[in-house]
């Protein structure tokens, strides 16, 4: 990618959003603008925005909405955005734009093209016209990171029945990451769980499923909680005085300054790391970066 | 006794009329005819002469009509009297993938007003791609006092209510399936409508359907019907649930459970793996919604026995599926989601010698960006592993000629095989080139092929392959396939026991169509759209083959002259005179 285009995970493009922008800004009042985090390198001015576009990762499943959706993402802090790390990397969270601009335009599954067909739309040669225009309407916006869909999609084909078309639309299994986590993500659904940091103002919220170990999971902690340890982030959330560096929360993390802790099934706060990594997932709740001396406290340590 | 051996009999002394009834009564035919159970075989029976035909008549309690409009309900009551079990199946096939306009018949209705008169004491009644209200569930649950089992399948039309119908006034009903329907899920109370006294069901089969039902309803009645054998249950049934059922089923033949997701204690597990393995019967299971790999293993004491395995609405892992199959040594049918990809299908090569069927389904077939599924890869792996092979469905995104060689060699038994590359017209690969040579191979070798359905980049090479060397096909399904004319043609000229024909964007025209006229009444049916037929083609079928019924669909907005659905069957009903608007018959 020459210029990376900036877009949230449906593929709408930045004149899309202001839009959207206006009404969730009238909805909440929050001076969303003012905290909006960025990750960017210390003394690097992001680009001036007037919207909440990520850099996001070729993730094209997004498109197609296999995913469950993202409403999960928007406990809490709700607008609460924040941009890739331009390392890339980065398994953030994506504020999703409901997708009132794109006619749920998330799920191209099959099911769409039945319901189109009912009309006696179909027309020569046999394709879908809403179909077309959906996946027009994307690859129009989400030029880049979203793979422009290449063919509209044909009436009757494959040849599904209905009721496995529909049953899969309404329940899809799975979906694949465009950065190649093919075996992380096979499995039903996605595994939300809430992540506080002591001392910090807001939670996270990340997708077990998504990570193999706990390798990958405390990394991607460290990069989404980065900022809070630098002791104060300016006003506009990014941090000021030295420079941040991975490295440096690494220690954080190591030099017992934090422990991370999770929530199990029967309400008991764990230590992370005893556990085979599959029984983790499956029996955490909610996960917590807890300082060190409150672990001891908790007789933890 | 065979038939064969009744005819010797019967040529031995002249063919005299009363000397043969004197020697071989009308009655003892008839006891001897009435075990004959396939209804190819009681055609033939019928052809031999007037007397077996009256003999055949009416020993006959089950009548197969494989489409509805190739004869009338009166014609049908007429010829045979003691009809007990219809199976009747009406539209298209293609009507299944939303090619058939939604008001184009195959209404039950008729046919039940007239068997209520006739066949007063009709047991079971088997649709396929019929339309269906609830006024007509209504009508059969009131009409029938013997009635014992419905099947619906692929059929559109109806609501929950007429099943609460069916369920309220069937006492004896036995069987009640609901499969894959178009059916308005208006809630679950129906099953409630089931009353206390009821006792009888062997089938009940209602996976079809997403509401919740009253659960302690269900529980009840799978409690007090202890015939029942085959249990399918839908989504909204959970685990917990699921384990009731269990103990107080542990006679269940075929299982299809609920939702396969929920979170267990470790004690709910135990006692749900528990009422599983009391199921020594079981050796069909099927549903597990969403199925979670943790839970897998409390069906391993099910699987040691189980012959049909239906995975194919759990979107398993490759691991997953090698874990499981692992325990799965007898089994012969397997349905999966292409989520296992072709590590999993390697694991069905190892596991499952004795595999017979196969269908993988695609878990995204409408994302085209996604690339993952199956491959050749696979479908080799598998017939390395399973020589017994003779049942494929398999959906993928790529394929070689070398491959399904390859595939064919290792199983030359295949009586069906149902391909389907994703994308349409796509090549082979590898080598770029049309996927002609596969479906030679094919054909060349699987001499009893009796279905195929072909997909990929292919020429008219294909079809006269198939012209030549499918000599025992029965079904082709082909889709924006051949070069010209001369494909079908070769299919028309070669194929001598083709008995249904559906084609969909191929570049077949009237020299096409109407080369097949002298066929086109030993066959079935024949479906082609979006060819190259003009109407006037389609007139000169009808004009010629006046037996024959041509249906032409018309879109909006498309040229007069061409003919975008034409759909062709024999019948000795003549034109049909419920169709809508939109259907022509010439």
């Known amino acids: 990618m020459s210029k990376p285009i900036e877009h949230d995970y449906i593929g709408l493009s930045e004149q899309q959003l202001p839009s959207m922008e206006k009404s969730s800004d009238k909805k909440d009042g929050l001076h969303l603008k003012d905290t909006e985090l960025r990750l960017g390198l210390p003394g690097s001015e992001s680009p001036e925005r007037e919207d909440h576009d990520q850099n996001v990762l070729s993730l094209k499943s997004f498109v197609s909405g296999a995913k469950r959706g993202f409403s999960d993402a928007l406990d809490g802090g709700g607008n609460w955005v924040f941009s890739g790390g331009s390392g890339g990397g980065t398994e953030g969270l994506f504020s999703p734009r409901r997708g009132g601009k794109n006619n749920g335009g998330k799920d191209l599954s099959g099911s769409d093209s039945g319901s189109v067909l009912k009309d006696g739309a179909a027309q ?178 | 006794m065979e038939p064969s051996e009744l005819k010797r009999s019967k040529d031995s002394p002249n063919s005299d009329e009363s000397t043969r009834r004197s020697s071989f009564p009308d009655e003892v035919l008839e006891r001897v005819l009435s075990l004959l159970k396939s209804h190819r075989d009681r ?64 209404d039950i209705h008729a046919w039940l007003v007239v068997f209520a008169a006739k066949y007063p004491f009709l047991e079971e009644l088997r649709l396929k791609r019929m339309a269906i209200s609830d006024e007509s569930l209504e009508f059969l649950a009131v009409s029938f006092p013997n009635f014992k089992a419905l099947s619906l399948l692929s059929c559109d039309g109806f609501s929950t209510n007429g099943l609460a119908a069916i369920a309220t006034h069937c006492k004896n009903l036995t069987e009640l399936d609901i499969q894959e329907n178009g059916i308005d899920d208006k809630g679950g109370s129906w099953l409630s409508c089931f009353p206390e006294s009821f006792t ?34 839908n989504r909204s049934v959970s685990l917990e649930q699921l384990q009731r059922l269990l103990v107080n089923a542990p006679q269940l033949a075929e299982l299809g459970t609920g939702s396969f997701s929920e979170e267990l204690t470790f004690r709910q597990y135990v006692e749900l793996e528990s009422a599983l393995s009391n199921c020594k019967n079981m050796h069909t299971l099927s549903g597990l919604w969403d199925a979670k790999g943790i839970y897998l293993p409390a069906l391993y004491p099910v699987c040691t026995h189980l012959t049909f395995l239906n995975l194919s609405y759990a979107a398993l892992r490759s691991d997953e599926l090698a874990k499981l199959l692992a325990h799965c040594p007898r089994l012969k049918r397997l349905w999966v989601l292409d989520t296992v990809e072709d590590k999993g299908l390697e694991a069905v090569g190892l596991n499952c010698p004795l595999l017979e069927e196969l269908r993988v389904f695609p878990a995204d077939p409408f994302d085209e960006e996604i690339i993952h599924g199956v491959t050749e890869a696979g479908f080799v792996a598998v017939s390395f592993g399973c020589p017994r092979l003779h049942y494929v469905l398999y959906f993928c995104r790529q394929m070689t000629n070398a491959a399904v060689a390859t595939i064919v060699q ?22 770029n080139e049309p996927m002609d040579e596969a479906f030679g191979a094919v054909v060349k070798t699987c001499t009893k092929l009796q279905r195929l359905s072909v997909s990929g980049r292919l020429t008219d090479l ?125």
């Open chain 1, 124 to 301: 020569k040669p046999s394709v879908v016209q809403e179909k077309k225009l959906q996946v027009a309407a994307t690859s129009s916006h989400g030029n880049g990171n979203i793979a422009p869909a290449s063919k509209a999609q044909v009436v009757g084909w494959p040849p599904i029945r209905s009721f496995r078309k529909n049953t899969m639309a309404a329940h899809p299994p799975k979906n694949d990451d465009g950065d190649g986590n093919a075996e992380a993500k096979l499995g039903s659904g996605c595994l939300y769980v809430k992540v506080s940091m002591d001392g910090a103002p807001y939670l996270r919220k990340v997708d077990l499923k998504i990570y193999g170990s706990y390798k990958e999971l405390s990394s991607a902690l460290e990069k989404m909680f980065s900022c809070f340890t630098i002791g104060q982030c300016g006003s506009h959330g990014v941090s000021s005085g030295d420079g941040l560096t991975e490295s440096r929360l690494v220690d954080l993390l190591h030099g017992s300054e934090y422990v991370l802790t999770y929530e199990d099934k029967d309400g008991d706060w764990m230590l992370v790391g005893d556990v085979p990594w599959e029984m983790f997932t499956d029996s955490c709740k909610r996960l917590r970066i807890m300082k060190s001396t409150e672990a001891i406290g908790l007789g933890m340590l």
């Open chain 2, 410 to 431: 290792n199983c030359p038994d295949f009586t069906h095989f149902r391909l389907c590359i994703m994308n349409p017209g796509q090549p082979d690969y590898i080598t």
């Open chain 2, 200 to 233: 009888s069901l062997e089938v009940l089969n209602f996976a079809n359907l997403s509401s919740d039902i009253n659960f302690d309803a269900l529980e009840r009645l799978v409690g007090r019907c202890k015939s029942m054998r085959v249990l399918k249950l």
């Open chain 2, 462 to 586: 294909t079809f006269e392959y198939i012209g030549r060397y499918a000599k025992n096909l029965e079904t082709l399904s082909v889709a924006f396939a051949g070069s010209s004319d001369w494909g079908m043609q070769c299919v028309m000229g070669g194929c001598s026991k083709l008995r249904k024909l559906e084609i969909r964007d191929c570049p077949f025209g009237n020299a096409a169509l109407l080369s097949g006229l002298e066929k086109y009444e030993s066959m079935r049916s024949l479906w082609m759209s979006a060819c190259n037929v003009t109407m006037n083609g389609c007139r000169l079928l009808a004009r010629e083959m006046p037996r024959l019924n041509v249906e032409v669909m018309k879109e909006d907005g498309s040229d007069d002259s061409q003919a975008d659905k034409v759909y062709v069957y024999r019948s000795i009903a003549g034109p049909r005179r419920d169709a809508p608007p939109s259907v022509l018959t010439l």
């Open chain 2, 43 to 106: 055609s033939s029976v019928s052809l031999v002469c007037k007397d077996w035909y009256n003999a055949e008549r009416w020993s006959r309690t089950h009548v197969f009509i494989g489409n509805c409009y190739s004869v009338s309900p009166e014609i049908v009551a007429r010829r045979f009297p003691k009809i007990r079990s219809v199976t009747l199946k009406g539209k298209p096939r293609f009507s299944d993938f939303n090619l058939v306009p939604e008001n184009w018949g195959a």
